[in-house]
């Protein structure tokens, strides 16, 4: 399931980012792919470690908390630090699949010990978009399913999620400037087609709950909805 989920940030907000976005160093964006991924790869990226990338992910994630529509679409388990890039002057990404796990960022170890790695699996990918359609051209996302092709290119503050199993890629920007965070989640339900059967169920039931009120029926469906979350989460 790809959903396109509106106004996760505010315009003051994406301004506020933007503003900081255009002022900083940008990294070559290969830095954070395997072989594969490097050959295809060809854009920039706020390093991952910088306080900028560290301070305006942590923004990303309160917005993120503050969306129902995101959360019941993805049910996180853990988001990883979200990261940012830009493609101008004809940079593009090819056709690709993201890595299906990643190393987070590793917490202080307590004295003594050695720090377990902390790894997440790449359920959920989300592109937010930090700049409108118009001020650029190329740079649509593509991502590839069984249905064929699906082209995204969304307004400032909007967010699309697509399985991570998806293949995808971004056309070459041929002009202006495409600046967009990104980021992987580990859902609590793993499967892509379980996740959309239950974001379906519960957008039903929340559209019933507004038309009907609380009624034994709205109840009984709610009942069902967190039976089958809890037959399949993983926690
Ligand atoms: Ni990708």
Redesign the pocket.
Known sequence: MMLHVPGVLTREQVAEMRAALDAADWIDGRATVGNL?AQVKRNRQLPEASPLAQELGRKVLQALQASPTFFAAALPARICPPLFNCYAGGET?GM???GSVRRLPSEPAAPGSPGAPQWLRTDV?STLFLCDPEDYDGGELIVSDTYGEHEVKLPAGDLILYPSSSL?RVEPVTRGARVCS?FWTQSMVRDASRRAMLYELDTTIQSLRRSLGDTQEVLSLTCHYHNLLRQWAEV
């Open positions: 991924g990404y690709h699949v993201d990918s995808h990104f």
